[in-house]
Nanobody
Framework: QVQLVESGGGSVQAGGSLRLSCAAS????????MGWFRQAPGKEREGVAR????????YYTDSVKGRFTISQDNAKTMLYLQMNSLKPEDTAMYYC??????????????????WGQGTQVTVSS
């Protein structure tokens, strides 16, 4: 079991920045993939960024490339999402997710085994 708790959401104006954090606890040593997803009202949950926790690269959805950066600590207990140049279309509930399978990173589907409760990001124009 893995427990995930997000923080760092808030309201900013377009062009601003936020840094989301995700604290992981439980059986984190065998987690192979962690990621950030988001869901706006009336829309499906979509992958934002993912990282292989043991090394091997990162994935970003096209709309955030060059603006968002995913990172983690070496102990696999903290995951971050640095969001710069925010746009109104980035407004959504952001979720941290983790899984024991490396395949989750490659697929990007919102089928991870463990999820946080979410943190709201609102970007005004």
């Amino acid at each position: 079991q893995v427990q995930l708790v997000e923080s760092g959401g808030g309201s900013v104006q377009a062009g601003g920045s936020l840094r989301l954090s995700c604290a992981a606890s439980g059986y984190t040593s065998t987690v192979e993939c962690m990621g950030w997803f988001r869901q706006a009202p009336g829309k499906e949950r979509e992958g934002v960024a993912r990282v292989y926790t043991g090394g091997g690269g990162t994935y970003y959805t096209d709309s955030v490339k060059g603006r968002f950066t995913i990172s983690q600590d070496n102990a696999k207990t903290m995951l971050y999402l640095q969001m710069n140049s925010l746009k109104p279309e980035d407004t959504a509930m952001y979720y941290c997710a983790a899984d024991y399978s490396r395949w989750r990173c490659a697929s990007g589907e919102p089928t991870f085994g463990y999820w946080g409760q979410g943190t709201q990001v609102t970007v005004s124009s």
